[in-house]
């Protein structure tokens, strides 16, 4: 599992996207080739939203990822308890 999980990291990070380009760590940008009205709704589905690169070592979707949030968004997390809802 470990040996897929780094093929696709080192896919991921050897090819690029048409219009997606990161000028530094803190900005993504992206070119789109014609008006999308609902562009910030499809950019708000968690499917589109910015993974940790401690991710890399795990295949999507697999059992083996972290039973630990992980930061992606401009918050700060200042408690977790595992198994609680």
Known sequence: MRRRATNIANFQNTHTISGLSAPNPLTLKINLTAPASDFLY?????FTSARPVEYDAYVPTACSLPRTPSP????????YVAASR
């Open 72 to 79: 992606t968004g401009p918050y700060q997390i200042t408690s």
């Open 42 to 46: 499809m950019m708000s589905i968690p």
